[in-house]
DNA sequence: TTGGAAAGTCAACAAGGCTGACATAAACTG
DNA sequence: CAGTTTATGTCAGCCTTGTTGACTTTCCAA
């Protein structure tokens, strides 16, 4: 079905979506579900001694194994003083496993021990089952929309980052 | 134009979308979202005194004005003590003003002053702006997507209660 | 062999969460 | 009217997670 074009001028109805008012509505929302996306992993790492930056950091060594200190440090977009201190933890408890890197020994290759992993599917499954949810509420256009914005949303220097990092670019 | 059906079992090809590995991505995308999205306002709170929980509470203030102590403190899900340390600052700087309730006299009813109306919209243009870049290069019909997925990821307890206060309900 | 990069560590500090205890005023209730 | 509940504010102390600055150790590369 289709809608005859708007008689309105170009700058008009087919650019509602930009008013002031609409861009409340999605500032609002980010707001909100950012709080609703943490909330699960987040009551689980209250019983535990962890915070949600050990959750962050078990997520991207997850799924990057291998990643060194420096790298993850980016991503993370902390300094690494922050980062040494949970980093640490986790390394005493032995959640994470540091090994000296193969091509440049001053680099520490991170990965999750078993119970690191254990840990990280935990929280990753809490957090999965509530975006699994409101994917399959929302439909496959809605989560295709829903990225896309995400995307752009990002800085082009951190989405840059992001895609040298899934490269596996080591420059 | 109908594919044949897929040989994978039902529940295949259609939820491709509902992958560990698509969620995973959606995880990641908010993660590094949320960041681009805080980063401008930040960068104009180090500058003055303030930090992000000022930027919430004159947010929300500005576009529900009258509203009282305990309506931000539930928007913004944090105890009153940390809202107080908060909102002290802000009326001994002039940027908040809080009276009396007319109807029900305990409660305070704040609004902001011209300096903190000032400040704010100086805050939400910044952030304004980064929306409404995303929006328009991505288009209507994926931030009507982008915003139907956030709704769903908001916790249901808590779409009430910004109902409630939308409908402006003083239940 | 030496300069500099990568990593780690220590100290001090700040923002912004939290709990618990307590005070005051106003509203509500029996 | 007395007693209780509610809304707000405040004090004190704690935790997590971020920051800067200074310094050391390791070790690659010119």
Redesign the pocket.
Known sequence: MHRPRSPMPSTGEQLLFLTDDQLRQGIELMFFAYRGFTADPDRILDDL??????HRALHFIAHRPGL???ELLEI?????????????QLIEDDLVA?R??DV?????LLSLTEAGAALEARLSEAQRARMRAAYSRAGPDAVQGFKRVLEEIISPQMREKISRLEEGDTR
Chains 1, 2 share one sequence.
């Not at 993370?76 to 640490?88: A, E, F, I, W, Y």
């Open positions: 001694a962890y915070g949600r930056a050990h060194t200190v420096n993370l977009g902390v300094t690494k003083q922050s980062l040494n201190r949970v980093l640490r540091s000296v890197g440049d020994r001053r680099q520490r």
